[in-house]
């Protein structure tokens, strides 16, 4: 059995042509576009449109789409190795939703619209292949359903995706729901799994393509450094970045080995 291909979230965009990480990652354009400079990706890595803090903070997207395809369009050309990116999707946790001041169903309504949007900017930014992927936005399996409709009505078919985000499911992987969710599309599609902590990919990342995870930096904020590390903590250190992910990558292997049989003491070792 495969394991997921893994992104290692980072606050640190410049990792990204750091020669002493060399492994995929996941970067926030709210990251990146503070870069005045930008320097050629040492390895694959793909673009996290930065939306949770967007929404979170204003209850609106205050980046256009035209900006972020010019952003998107820059880095791609100017870093590469690109892999995809994230659209400007609308998440629907409950408090979100709440911030909007809309309903979940205009909120998937407003994602797929956008990712029409920016697949139709795109070529006016770039020559390059579109790099955008599907997002499904929802809350209950049945929300999740309907924005697949929406999708489809719109055109867009997703199992031609070579990924497909499913959004809102990185603040509640402790229930069951979510194992779930992504059970029910990883038979017909290639999901990616936003923020997915080290107990939700032991435990469902047999049905994931890919993943990403910044839980190290939570994680390494609560311990002590590294022996002979001279910051307070690992949270921002490349060097503890790379161990948590061979360990993680490590956990993935043996669980697949094991066809995926739940082992709860390793999850929680390295959550
Ligand atoms: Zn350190």
Avoid at 120 to 140: H, I, K
């Amino acid at each position: 059995m495969s394991v997921p291909y893994f992104y290692l979230g980072t606050h640190q965009p410049h990792w990204l042509w750091s020669p002493a990480a060399g492994f995929p990652m996941f970067v926030s354009h709210r990251r990146l576009a503070r870069y005045k400079t930008l320097r050629p990706a040492v390895a694959g890595w793909a673009l996290d449109s930065g939306g949770f803090t967007e929404l979170s903070v204003y209850g609106e997207w205050r980046t256009s789409p035209a900006g972020y395809v010019r952003a998107v369009a820059r880095y791609d050309r100017e870093i590469g190795r690109l892999e995809w990116a994230a659209p400007q999707d609308w998440m629907c946790e409950p408090f979100i939703v709440a911030k909007t001041g809309l309903s979940v169903a205009e909120h998937q309504r407003r994602t797929v619209e956008n990712f029409g949007r920016l697949a139709e900017l795109w070529p006016r930014s770039s020559d390059a292949e579109c790099p955008f992927m599907p997002v499904l936005q929802g809350w209950t399996l049945d929300d999740y359903e309907r924005c697949a409709a929406l999708y489809a009505d719109a055109g867009v078919r997703l199992e031609d995706f070579p990924v497909v985000g499913l959004g809102s499911v990185c603040r509640r992987q402790a229930t069951g729901e979510i194992g779930a969710i992504v059970e029910t599309f990883a038979g017909r599609l290639a999901v990616h799994g936003f923020g997915v902590k080290t107990a939700g990919l032991l435990k469902y990342g047999q049905h994931l393509t890919s993943a990403d995870s910044m839980a190290w930096s939570y994680g390494a904020r609560r311990e002590e450094p590294l022996p002979g590390h001279a910051h307070k903590n690992c949270a921002n250190c490349l060097a503890y970045a790379a161990q948590w992910r061979s360990r993680v990558a490590g956990l993935c292997e043996s669980a697949a080995a094991r066809g995926w049989q739940p082992v709860l003491f390793e999850a929680s070792e390295a959550a």
